[in-house]
C-alpha cells in the first residue's frame, strides 16, 4: 500500500511538472527566472553534448552544418521528452489505483499500465485494455484530454517558431548587401559615404532598432530560436546584433546629427537584447585574456580607410575613451554569448578576402555541352 502511494505522488509530481514546464515554454509570453526547470536542464545538457561531441568528430567544414541541425532536432526531442514523461507520470498513477483490466489476457503490471497510458495519451484507443472502475475512468478521460490538448499546443507552437524565425532572418539578409558577409561596423559606413548615404544609414539603424526589439521579445518567449541558426554560415542574428552595436558606438563618438541620435536609440535597444540574453541563457560575461576586436592600430586604419570614401569621423584621445566605454557596455556579453552558443563574432573591418554572399554561386565549375558540342566549365562568378 505504502508502495502504491509513492507511484501516485511521483506520478502526479511528473504530471505537474511537464504541464507547468509546457505551460511556461509554449503559453507564458515572458521569460521565466527559476533555474530548475525541466526545458532549461534538457537545453543546457543536451547542446553542451551536442556542440562538444561535433567539435570533437567533425571537420572544420561540418561544423556549422551539424550545429544548424540542432535547434530542429532539439524541439522536437524536448517534445518527445514531455510525452514520455507524462505517460510515465500516469503510468504510474495507473498502476498504483489499479484502474484497467485486460479481455485477452489479465494485466502483468507497470509495462501494462504504461502501455495504456501511452494508448490513451495519444488517444489511439486500441481497446485491449480499458478501465475498470470509475476512478480509472476519470483518469483515461484526463489523460486523453491532456494528450489531444498537448498535441494542439505543439501544432500550435511551430507555426509561432517559423514566423519569429523567419522574420529575423529577413533583415539579417539586409545587412548581407549593406554590411558584407559576414557585417563589420567600417562596412555598413563605408557603403553609406554616397551623396544622402547619412539618411539611409539613419533609416537602417531605426529598422534594426525595431528588429532588436522583436529579437529580444522573440527569443524571451522562445529561447530555442536562439539556436536556430542562419541559412549562411558567416551570418548569424548574433553578428548582426554586433555589426550594429559597433556601427552604432562609431557613429555616437565620431559624428553629429540625426543619424547620431538614432544610432544611440539603436545602440541602447540592441545592446538591452544582449544583455538580457545572456541572462537567459545563463552566460556570464568576458573577455579574452588575449585578443582584441579594435586595437588602437587598427582603429586607425578603419578611420583612414573611411576617410578614402569621403566618411570622416572624428578624432582624438576623448574619442577613444569614449569608444572603449561603449564597447566595454556590451562586448563582454558578446563574448559570453558567442562562446556558449557557438558563434564567431565579426571583425571591425573585413577580411580583404571576404566576398558578399549576393557576389557568389553555387555554379562552381560546373560541366557545360555548348552548341557545338564541345565541353567547358562555368566558373564561379564574383561581381
Known sequence: MCLRIVAVVIGMILVAVVLWDGFETIILP???TRKLRLTRLFYHYTWIV??????????????ETYLSFYGPLSLLFLLVVWAAVMIFGFGLIHWAAGSIQGFSSPVRGVIDNLYFSGTTFFTLGLGDLSPSHQMGRFLTMLEAGLGFGFLALVVGYLPALNQSF????????LLDARAGSPPTAMEMLRRHSHHNGLEELRQLLARFEEWASALLESHLSYPVLAYFRSQHDNQSWLSALAAVLDASCLIMTGLEGPCRHQALLTFAMARHAVVDLSIVFNAPPWEPKHGNRLPPADLEKLRAALAEEGFYLQQGTDVDQKLLELRDMYEPYLYGLAELLCFDLPPWMPDTTHVDNWKTSAWNAIEVVDEKGQKGERKRHHF
Open 30 to 32: 515572458r521569460h521565466v
Open 166 to 173: 523567419s522574420h529575423r532572418e529577413t533583415v539579417i539578409s
Open 50 to 63: 551536442w556542440s562538444k561531441t561535433i567539435y570533437l568528430f567533425s571537420s572544420k567544414r561540418r561544423v
